[in-house]
């Protein structure tokens, strides 16, 4: 059974900070790993996709690599922003659905 | 454009109780899916469709029904509502399993 683990569970850091959110996972034999945002009480908002063939995918400020052999992601945020305070889960599509992580609560103190 | 639309926002059942819960988006996405996000934890798959007539079971069908009678609308239905089932529902589409999936903002659900 696949699992997908996120560490840190929560992150606090000071505006301005680059900082990496983990995601790991158990079987590499995944087609593609998207990145989500959520906000409190709302839905989730894509971030970044990467297929299983890509190693990376960016977009702005936000960078995501895949390592399909070691089964890690990382989330990359340059220059951390009040407004990137947010849960960040990771998910990876494990043979037609989607198997989350439990999130990384960020918060970015003015 | 609205993209994923869920209704009802909120809602609280009595034990026994049965509901649906719309779902219906206008991206013309082929797969849509069911999830349930209890506190602290990651979203857990409900059950998911490929097109129009098509479902299946994801992790946790136990106590839920679906249906796929179009291309825009994937309802789901409680019956014999539990208080395990106190959960925030969302719903998600996509064109197919490798392209981004979209939310709705949930449907929050509580069962007394």
Redesign the interface.
């Known amino acids: 059974k696949q699992e997908v683990t996120q560490i840190p569970a929560a992150l606090s850091v000071p505006e301005g900070e680059n900082l990496v959110l983990n995601c790991s996972f158990t079987d590499s034999a995944i087609y593609n790993l998207q990145w989500f945002r959520q906000d409190p009480g709302k839905g989730l908002t894509s971030l970044l996709l990467i297929q299983s063939s890509q190693r990376e995918q960016t977009s702005g400020r936000l960078n995501a690599s895949l390592d399909k052999s070691s089964g890690r992601s990382t989330l990359y945020i340059a220059a951390s922003q009040p407004g990137d305070s947010a849960t960040y889960l990771c998910a990876d599509n494990y043979g037609q659905n989607f198997v989350f992580g439990p999130g990384t609560r960020l918060s970015v103190l003015p | 454009n609205a993209g ?1 639309t869920q209704t009802p926002k909120f809602r609280i059942l009595k034990i026994g109780q049965s509901m649906t819960l719309q779902c219906t988006q206008d991206m013309n996405h082929n797969y849509m ?1 069911w ?1 349930r996000q209890d506190p ?6 409900i059950y ?1 469709s ?1 097109g129009a007539g098509i479902t ?1 079971k ?2 946790v069908p136990n106590g839920y029904n679906v249906s796929r009678s179009t291309t825009e609308d994937f309802p789901l239905r409680l019956e014999l509502a539990a208080p395990s089932q106190t959960s925030v529902y ?1 719903c ?1 589409s996509s064109y197919d ?10 449907t929050r659900l509580s069962i007394l």
Do not use: C, I, R, S
Not at chain 2, 97 to 106: L, N, S
């Open positions: 994923v899916y999830y602290g934890m990651g979203l857990k798959l998911y490929v299946d994801g992790e969302f998600a399993g490798y392209q981004p999936q979209h939310f709705g903002d949930g």
